[in-house]
């Protein structure tokens, strides 16, 4: 995947979060880093995202910690990658996300069809790379890390440095001027602009994957910023089980914010439901979330075995 998508308006945190890095240096001071790796490791927002990982990426390779204080296997593998961020002493950053409060980069887990948290995945000259998902033991992890780099290295995205180091990336491969219109567009937090782009690259290519997948992760950003507060959204999901506008809602925040299963299982509940025209609904809803993820995700493939049982 080329370049880190970004579903959120981001331009002005971005300016406040230069202009905070830009006092911090004046003042001696760093980033705010983990305790394990000092400023090895940076806990990251939807709103610093681009500034920590995305620029950062561009002069050294990035590994971005996917947790949530609810999971324990979170909390084995956090430190583990604390602990050798600051072993590596800036070859490589960590940042860490936590995905229950920042729903626009749990979606980044959606678009690489993981399956739940801990993830990791590395960011390198801009691109979001799938890594690791799953806890492991040190030793693993340590060599996991070095095979990936190695991995790089071979497929040119990341050149021999010095002694063997990570080094500049090379230069950025060529893509499609309307797909990179696209993600310029939800760089600066133009949604429309970028929903616009791809619907011309359908236009063109109606079975174009990255262009249906950007398309489809816009316009789950666009509704789930039109519902205002998606805490409210779930209460009235909750409240409402036979309104199936409700059970939409639903069901786009708990997508936006990486509960999968869980925004699948409602609207195959809704449609097991409901009848007619509301029935229709929420099929047709959950189809355009099954278009979120890649077909031969096995969330995707259990949820559509589910929807025939509903159905038939």
């Known amino acids: 995947m080329h370049g880190a998508i970004d579903l959120g308006a981001r331009q002005a945190a971005t300016r406040k979060q230069q202009e905070r890095r830009a006092q911090a240096q004046a003042g001696g001071g760093t ?5 394990a790796g000092g400023q090895y490791v940076v806990d990251v927002t939807d709103e610093t995202f681009n500034i920590e990982v995305v620029e950062r990426s ?9 947790w949530a204080d609810w999971c324990g296997p979170c909390k084995q593998l956090g430190p583990i990658l604390e602990n050798l961020a600051a072993e590596a002493a800036g070859k490589w950053v960590l940042a860490k996300v936590d995905v229950d409060a920042n729903p626009q980069l749990a979606a980044y887990m959606q678009q690489m069809g993981v399956q739940g948290i801990p993830f990791v995945a590395a960011v390198v000259a801009g691109q979001l790379l799938p890594f690791l998902n799953g806890a492991a033991p040190e030793p693993q992890v340590r060599q996991a890390i070095d095979q990936l780099f190695e991995a790089l290295r071979k497929e040119g995205i990341l050149p021999d440095g010095p002694e063997g180091e990570p080094g500049e990336p090379s ?20 949604l429309n602009a970028a929903k616009a782009a791809f619907e011309r690259l359908l236009a063109q290519n109606p079975r174009d994957p990255q262009a249906k997948q950007g398309l489809g992760l816009v316009d789950l950003s666009l509704r789930v910023q039109a519902l205002g507060d998606p805490q409210h959204a779930l209460q009235e999901g909750q409240a409402k089980p036979g309104d199936v506008r409700a059970q939409i809602g639903a069901a786009d925040v708990e997508m936006m914010s990486g509960r999968v299963d869980e925004a699948f299982a409602r609207l195959i509940a809704a449609v097991r439901a ?24 096995p969330r995707v493939g259990k949820a559509r075995r589910s929807l025939q049982s509903a159905l038939f």
Do not use: N, T, W
């Open 31 to 35: 980033a705010p880093a983990g305790a």
């Open 58 to 66: 561009q002069s050294v390779p990035v590994l971005v910690d996917f």
């Open 171 to 190: 230069a950025q491969p060529q893509i499609d001027p309307g797909l990179a219109e696209a993600e310029e567009a939800l760089q600066r937090g133009d």
């Open 274 to 297: 409901g009848a007619g025209d509301d029935r229709d609904a929420a099929r047709k809803h959950l189809l355009s979330l099954f278009d979120l993820l890649p077909p031969d995700d």
